[in-house]
């Protein structure tokens, strides 16, 4: 795993995980930079694990939280980022919607600011236009959105 050490700047509020699929690397480090770019920018903090694939993300998630939970360091929101391109199959269909409903699962029963940042595209050239943070920037996009609902959720619990 690796980590980014939180450094006790008032900045760093935030503490999140992301957790990337890395079925198809060169997507998945265009998420990345987008996510790490837009965590940095505000001085976030943050852990990131890789799982093989999108249907792992939710488990992998699962567990983190537990183990953050444990070692009293939670983490304040999770930024999900993978990858399902449409193939001949089925296939396609049972990923993205199977790992869109356990993330959505995840984030309300456990109250937890999900940035849902799994492509689900027809075409790798799609992907890589949505990813690339000079287009679509969609890693930067679930990175914000994870900040965006932590802070709500600490405006609302924790005042």
Same mark, same amino acid.
């Given at each position: 795993?690796?980590?980014?050490?939180?450094?006790?700047?008032?900045?760093? #509020?935030?503490?999140?995980?992301?957790?990337?699929?890395r079925?198809?690397?060169?997507?998945?480090?265009?998420?990345? #930079?987008?996510a790490?770019?837009?965590?940095?920018?505000?001085?976030?903090?943050?852990?990131r694990?890789?799982?093989?694939?999108?249907?792992?993300?939710?488990?992998?998630?699962?567990?983190?939280?537990?183990?953050?939970?444990?070692?009293?360091?939670?983490?304040?929101?999770?930024?999900?980022?993978?990858?399902?391109?449409?193939?001949?199959?089925?296939?396609?269909?049972?990923?993205?919607?199977?790992?869109?409903?356990?993330?959505?699962?995840?984030?309300?029963?456990?109250?937890?600011?999900?940035?849902?940042?799994?492509?689900?595209?027809?075409?790798?050239?799609?992907?890589?236009? #949505?990813?690339?943070?000079?287009?679509?920037?969609?890693?930067?996009?679930?990175?914000?959105?994870?900040?965006?609902?932590?802070?709500?959720?600490?405006?609302?619990?924790?005042?």
């Amino acid at each position: 795993m690796a980590k980014k050490k939180r450094t006790g700047k008032k900045t760093d #509020r935030f503490h999140i995980l992301i957790v990337e699929a890395r079925f198809y690397d060169a997507i998945s480090d265009e998420l990345l #930079r987008g996510a790490t770019e837009a965590l940095d920018r505000v001085g976030a903090s943050y852990d990131r694990v890789s799982v093989p694939g999108a249907l792992e993300i939710p488990a992998a998630i699962a567990i983190s939280m537990e183990a953050a939970a444990r070692r009293r360091d939670p983490y304040d929101g999770v930024v999900a980022l993978g990858c399902v391109i449409r193939g001949e199959t089925h296939h396609f269909d049972i990923v993205a919607n199977e790992s869109a409903r356990a993330l959505m699962d995840l984030s309300v029963r456990e109250r937890l600011p999900i940035g849902n940042g799994i492509l689900a595209v027809e075409s790798e050239s799609q992907a890589l236009a #949505r990813a690339r943070l000079e287009e679509g920037d969609k890693g930067g996009a679930a990175a914000r959105t994870a900040l965006t609902m932590a802070a709500l959720k600490h405006t609302l619990v924790w005042r």
